[in-house]
């Protein structure tokens, strides 16, 4: 299920795969989610170990994740606890020790407990890097929820789009936060004053916008996606409303984003037609980009792209039987 070659490690599930989650400790550290059509489903945790990424623990799980996630603090609490974040209906929080996979806290919507509603489903969610008691999830009930994890409560609870929410994320400053949705907009939140959002950017024609992901390295900087368009929008959001440029290769869909934690200007992408790809996007600024710094192709389609902030001398991709973890 393992192997190595010209920096390259690969690692074969045992079922189909989707949710994928780097660590920020220092040891190479993963987490990947099965994804089967039944109730009973599955996460491994697989580390680097003599060239070889394998399996250390293992957990069943309610519904395929839909997002996985590890704290974001390399494990400052002083001991070798690490934890990690899964998404469904509910968010759900692991310890990872020893070996062994422990569920610590399970978040629900009690607005909807208390309606007698099914939980709607949890579509993403993000960690902040500057609070670390913060985790804001989005919803397809059209809200957004920051929980305090310490007090294993919610914080605050937004109707944020006029339609299903499908991706959120903290910036780096510590107050706000971003959204898309499936009114194909993208809206900027302040938690000190959340009577309204700042629409920084709607898709023309309408299309739903279902990734973002916010440069830590610069505020200003915004990429995401649209649904069944090609590449990926660069948004400055001291310009709103209008691209700061189009990243696009081979007219691909794109399913997956994530800047690089090292530096300001590299973006990874994973394609639909199998190709893991990295952007410089000072290149692309202010028109229109098709030739990447890299293209990997991957031969499968690629669901997860993953830029560990621990190696950033490697990039992971996952696809629906393999985790590629590839130097660049």
């Given at each position: 299920m393992e192997g190595a070659s010209n920096g390259r490690h690969d690692y074969g599930t045992k079922w189909p795969a989707y949710a994928l989650a780097s660590s920020a400790r220092p040891e190479t550290r993963f987490a990947v989610g099965s994804c089967i059509e039944e109730t009973r489903n599955f996460i491994e945790i697989l580390e680097l170990n003599d060239g070889n990424l394998e399996c250390v623990a293992e957990t069943e799980h309610a519904f395929p994740p839909t997002k996985l996630l590890w704290r974001p603090d390399n494990g400052c609490d002083g001991g070798r606890q690490d934890l990690l974040a899964s998404s469904t209906t509910t968010l759900n929080?692991?310890?990872?020790e020893?070996?062994?996979m422990k569920c610590v806290g399970?978040?629900?919507n009690t607005r909807a407990q208390k309606q007698s509603m099914n939980l709607p489903p949890l579509t993403s969610f993000d960690w902040s890097s500057i609070s670390h008691h913060k985790l804001a999830a989005s919803s397809v009930d059209t809200t957004c929820t920051i929980w305090n994890l310490e007090k294993q409560k919610i914080e605050t609870q937004l109707i944020a789009h006029d339609k299903a929410v499908y991706d959120i994320a903290f910036s780096h400053v510590d107050s706000l936060f971003a959204s898309v949705g499936a009114d194909g907009s993208?809206?900027?939140f302040d938690?000190?004053?959340l009577d309204h959002s700042t629409i920084v950017y709607e898709s023309s024609p309408p299309s739903?916008?279902?990734r973002l992901a916010w440069n830590k390295s610069n505020t200003n900087h915004i990429a995401t996606i649209a649904m069944d368009a090609p590449g990926v929008i660069l948004i400055d959001i001291r310009r709103p409303s209008v691209a700061l440029a189009a990243l696009s290769y081979h007219d691909s869909c794109v399913n997956s984003i994530a800047w690089a934690p090292h530096s300001r200007n590299h973006l990874l992408c994973g394609t639909d037609d199998g190709f893991g790809i990295i952007w410089d996007v000072a290149e692309a600024i202010p028109s229109k980009l098709d030739t990447p710094l890299l293209a990997y192709d991957c031969d499968s389609e690629v669901y997860q792209a993953q830029w560990p902030a621990s190696q950033p001398d490697y990039v992971a991709l996952g696809m629906a039987h393999q985790i590629r973890l590839l130097q660049v």
């Open positions: 929080l692991w310890k990872v020893d070996g062994q399970k978040l629900a993208l809206r900027i938690q000190r004053n739903p916008l279902l």
